[in-house]
C-alpha cells in the first residue's frame, strides 16, 4: 500500500468514524426539567422574542448571534481541488468550522450552496443577515469573489470576510514587513514580483500597497504571462490595477534586481538559477501548496542570504491563514463589528509582526523544541500554534473597530478584554501541536516493548509518517514482518524501523549480566536475569534505554502497570534529587484541557509528595506550551473540613508556597471551584488562581484515577494522553491494555520530546530535605 493510499484510508475512516463528520451542535443550556423547557422554548421564549423586537441590539445578549459565523462557499474552488462542487467542499467547510471553534471559541454554520450565478449568491447570502454575527467566504473562484465579496460588504451590516484573499493577505504582510526590517530595506524602495494573480495574490497585493509599497514597484505574472499593458488575454478590472509597461515576458527577466518574491502559483514555477539576479538578501515567499514555487534548500543553494517562508509546516516562516482569521473575527464580533475594514486588516498585520519581535515565553520556546526561538531569518512570523495568537491579534482588531467607527458594541477595558481571551489557550484541543513540532525537529529513537502488538506497528507507522521518532521495536522478526504484510503497511525494517528480536541479539548475555548486576540486591538471579530479558519486552526495551541503544521507551499495552512500573524505576531510575515517581493524564475535552496526577502510582501521598509530585506536574505542562495553574482539591473547601485528608491538602499546599513557585496554586478546594471561576469568587474572593485551574493535584490514587475515568467516558470525544509518567531519570511510559493507535502516537511524541529536557524538580527536593531536617 503507498502512501497515498494510506492517507486515503486514514482520512476516510477520520470522518467516518465514530460518526460521520467534524461538527455537532449542542445545547449551552440545562434542559433536564419542565420549568428548563418552559424558559427555552413556549411559554418563556417568548420573551426574548419580544425584547429583540423592542431593541433588535437584544439579539447579541438574547441569542448566539454573536458569536455565530457562517462560513459560505459554492465549491467552485475549493483548496487545490478546482472546481468540485458545494457537497464535495463541505468537508472543508466543517473543517474550517473546527478551527474556528478550536482557536478562538467562535461557532459555525457551514453552508454549501448550489449556485454559481454570482447575483443569485449574494441575495441568499444577504437575506442570511439575522442568523449570524458575520460571514466568512470560502474557497468561491477568482474573479467572481471580489464582485460577491464587495457586493455583500455593500448590502450587509456584519463582517463579510473572503479569507482564501485577505487571510492569506495579512500574514503574508507580515512576514514581508518584518522580512525588510530584518534585511535593512525600505518598503518604499524595494522591488516585489508576484507570481500569481488569483483571488490570494492580488488581496496580498493590495494589502502591501497599503503598508506604502509604491504600486509601480509590483511585477505581477500569471498563467498566460507577465501581466502588462496592453495585454488582453485573460484579464480582468483587479489584473488590470497591476499591468506594467515592460518588454519582460518572463518570470526570469523580472527578477532580475527584485528584493521580493511573493509566489502564490504552482510548484517549481521559480527555477533556482533564476534567483542568483535577485537583490541582495531577497525574500522570497513560495506559498503554493503542498509543494511551493521553489523549495527551499535549493533556494539557498544558490543564495545563501535569502530569507525563505512557505505555506508548509515543515519548514521555517509558514505562511498559514490560521494565524490570523479566527483572531480578526473574535476581535470584530466582541466589538459588533459591521464590517472588517482596511484598518482592522493592518492592525492585524502590525499586531502579528510585532508578536514575532517579542520575548518568547520560555513555555512556548520549550514547546517547539527551540529555546532560542527569536526574531530572525527563521522566525519572522510566530508559530501557527503559538497561544499568544489571540491575546496578540483580537484586541488590536477590536480597538481598531473602535477608532474606525464600525464597532456598535466598543468595549470600556482593552486591557481586561485582553487579559480574558487567555481562556482560549488552555481551552484548545490542538494542545499536542507544539510537541508534535519538536519531536519532528529532533527525531529519537523511541524503543516499543510490544513490538508485535497491531496498534504499536500501526502508530509506528505513523511516527515514520510523520517524522516524529525512529522506532525501535522488540519482536520477533518473522512475526513482525508477516504482521506489516498482513496489516497493509509499509514499514521496513532496518530502514523505517530497528528490529530488536530477543532471539537473534548477539549481545543478549552481556544485556543479561547487565541486568544481573543492576538488580542482585533486589532478588535477581544470573539465570533469573538471563530469563528477563529472553522473555520479558520491557526488561529488555529497559535494559536498551540504559545502555544508551535507545533515546526513550514505550510499554504497558499488555500486562500490569505496576508489574512494568517496578521494572523501569529498577533499571533507569529515578531523576536526580527526585524521590517520587508519579503519573500524570491529559484529558482533552470540548472546552477544556485539563491534567489530573496522580492517577497511577501513590494511593495515598503525604504532604512531601504532594509537593514533590506537583511541582513535577507543573514543569511537565508547560512541555505542552501551557502555563499552569493548579488547583489541590479536597472534599473541604478552603478550612470547610478538617479531617485528615483535608488537613494534608492544607500542608501541602504551605510546602509548595514555600518553594515560591512560578505557577499559581490554590487549594484544598473543591472540584467545581477549581474549574468555574463564578464559582471560585462566589466560595473564596481573593483566590490566587487567576484562571480557572488546568492542572488538578488529587489527595490520592482513587480520587484522581476515578475522576480522569468518569471524565474520559462521558466527555464524548474527549482525547486523552498518558500516563504520563514523573521522576524517572529517562523519558519512559507505561500505557495500559486500552491504549488506542493514536495514544500511543501522541506518547512516542512526548517521550521523544523529552529527551535531554531540563527540569525544575531540584526545587522541590531541596525543600523537602530542609522539611525532614526540621523535622
Not at 542570504?305 to 515543515?314: C, E, H, K, L, N
Not at 497511577?600 to 509528595?609: F, G, L, R
Amino acid at each position: 500500500m503507498n502512501d497515498s493510499q494510506t492517507l486515503r484510508d486514514d482520512a476516510l475512516a477520520y470522518h467516518r468514524l465514530p460518526r460521520p463528520g467534524k461538527i455537532t451542535v449542542v445545547p449551552t443550556k440545562p434542559m433536564a426539567t419542565q420549568r428548563d423547557l418552559s424558559l427555552a422554548y413556549s411559554p418563556g421564549v417568548a420573551e426574548a422574542c419580544l425584547e429583540i423586537a423592542r431593541d433588535p441590539s437584544q439579539a447579541a445578549e438574547l441569542t448566539a448571534r454573536a458569536n455565530l459565523v457562517a462560513v459560505v462557499t459554492n465549491g467552485t474552488a475549493v483548496l487545490g481541488l478546482g472546481n468540485i462542487g458545494p457537497l464535495a467542499g463541505k468537508p472543508v467547510m466543517e473543517g474550517k468550522g473546527c478551527l474556528f471553534r478550536r482557536f478562538a471559541g467562535i461557532d459555525v454554520f457551514d453552508l454549501e450552496l448550489a449556485e454559481t450565478d454570482p447575483d443569485a449568491l449574494v441575495e441568499t447570502i444577504a437575506r442570511l443577515e439575522p442568523t449570524f454575527g458575520g460571514i466568512n467566504l470560502e474557497d468561491i473562484k477568482s474573479p467572481e469573489c471580489f464582485y460577491i465579496e464587495r457586493k455583500l460588504r455593500e448590502r450587509m451590516k456584519i463582517p463579510v470576510f473572503h479569507d482564501d484573499q485577505h487571510g492569506t493577505a495579512i500574514v503574508a504582510a507580515a512576514a514581508i514587513l518584518n522580512g525588510l526590517q530584518l534585511v535593512g530595506k525600505a518598503i518604499a524602495e524595494v522591488k516585489l514580483v508576484c507570481s500569481g494573480a488569483g483571488a490570494a495574490a492580488l488581496a496580498c497585493l493590495d494589502l502591501i500597497v497599503s503598508l506604502g509599497l509604491p504600486r509601480a514597484n509590483i511585477w505581477v505574472l500569471d498563467g498566460k504571462g507577465v501581466v502588462h499593458a496592453g495585454r488582453q488575454e485573460g484579464m480582468d478590472e483587479h489584473k488590470a490595477r497591476y499591468a506594467q509597461s515592460t518588454a519582460a515576458r518572463s518570470l526570469a527577466e523580472l527578477l532580475s534586481g527584485a528584493d521580493v518574491f511573493l509566489g502564490l502559483s504552482a510548484a517549481g514555477v521559480l527555477q533556482p538559477e533564476w534567483i542568483g539576479a535577485m537583490a541582495r538578501d531577497p525574500l522570497i515567499f513560495a506559498m503554493a501548496n503542498p509543494v511551493p514555487e521553489v523549495m527551499p534548500e535549493e533556494a539557498l543553494k544558490v543564495r545563501p542570504d535569502a530569507v525563505i517562508g512557505t505555506g508548509r509546516s515543515d519548514y521555517p516562516n509558514q505562511i498559514n491563514n490560521v494565524l490570523c482569521f479566527p483572531f480578526i473575527f473574535r476581535g470584530a464580533l466582541d466589538v459588533g463589528a459591521t464590517e472588517i475594514n482596511e484598518a482592522m486588516k493592518l492592525a492585524a498585520v502590525r499586531a502579528l509582526a510585532a508578536l514575532a519581535h517579542g520575548e518568547v515565553p520560555e513555555a512556548v520556546a520549550r514547546a517547539y523544541g527551540a529555546r532560542s526561538l527569536r526574531f530572525g531569518r527563521d522566525y519572522l512570523i510566530p508559530k501557527p500554534f503559538d497561544p499568544r495568537l489571540i491575546a496578540a491579534v483580537a484586541p488590536e482588531v477590536a480597538r481598531a473597530a473602535m477608532a474606525s467607527g464600525v464597532a456598535t458594541r466598543p468595549l470600556a477595558d482593552l486591557g481586561a478584554y485582553r487579559a480574558s481571551l487567555d481562556r482560549f489557550v488552555y481551552h484548545s484541543g490542538s494542545v499536542m501541536e507544539p510537541v508534535f513540532g519538536a519531536a519532528k525537529a529532533a527525531p529519537r529513537r523511541v524503543v516499543y516493548a510490544e513490538g508485535e502488538d497491531e496498534r504499536v506497528l500501526r502508530a509506528a507507522q505513523v511516527v515514520v509518517d510523520e517524522g516524529i521518532a525512529r522506532p525501535v521495536l522488540i519482536g520477533r522478526t518473522e512475526v513482525i514482518e508477516r504482521r506489516v504484510q498482513e496489516y497493509g503497511l509499509r514499514l521496513r525494517p532496518g530502514q523505517d524501523v530497528t528490529l530488536v528480536d530477543p532471539d537473534r541479539v548477539p549481545e543478549l548475555g552481556a544485556i543479561a549480566g547487565e541486568f544481573y548486576r543492576a538488580l542482585r540486591r533486589k532478588g535477581a538471579t544470573p539465570a533469573g536475569a538471563d530469563h528477563a530479558v529472553r522473555h520479558n519486552a520491557t526488561a529488555l526495551a529497559g535494559m536498551l534505554l540504559r545502555r544508551g541503544e535507545a533515546d526513550a521507551l514505550i510499554c504497558g499495552v499488555h500486562g500490569g502497570f505496576r508489574d512494568h512500573l517496578g521494572l523501569l524505576t529498577d533499571l533507569i531510575g529515578r531523576r536526580e534529587g527526585v524521590e517520587t515517581v508519579a503519573a500524570m493524564n491529559l484529558l482533552i475535552l470540548p472546552e477544556r484541557t485539563l491534567f489530573v496526577c496522580d492517577t497511577y502510582v501513590n494511593a495515598d501521598p503525604s504532604p512531601e509528595q504532594l509537593t514533590e509530585i506537583t511541582v513535577l506536574a507543573a514543569d511537565a505542562v508547560r512541555r505542552f506550551g501551557i502555563v499552569p495553574h493548579v488547583a489541590l482539591l479536597s472534599h473541604s473547601s478552603f478550612g470547610s473540613e478538617d479531617t485528615p485528608a483535608a488537613r494534608k491538602m492544607r500542608q501541602a499546599l504551605e510546602l509548595i508556597r514555600a518553594l515560591k513557585p512560578a505557577f499559581e496554586v490554590e487549594g484544598e478546594m473543591h472540584g467545581d471551584a477549581a474549574l468555574s471561576r463564578e464559582t471560585l469568587e462566589r466560595a473564596f474572593p481573593g483566590a490566587a488562581l487567576s484562571r480557572e485551574a488546568n492542572l488538578l493535584v488529587m489527595p490520592t490514587l482513587d480520587a484522581a484515577n476515578i475522576t480522569f475515568n468518569v471524565l474520559k467516558a462521558v466527555a464524548g470525544n474527549g482525547i486523552t494522553v498518558g500516563p504520563i509518567l514523573l521522576g524517572l531519570a529517562r523519558p519512559a511510559h507505561v500505557l495500559n491494555p486500552n491504549a488506542t493507535v493514536r495514544r500511543l502516537v501522541n506518547m512516542s511524541a512526548l517521550a521523544a520530546v523529552d529527551v535531554g529536557a531540563t527540569w525544575a524538580s531540584h526545587a522541590a527536593t531541596s525543600v523537602l530535605s530542609r522539611v525532614r531536617a526540621g523535622a
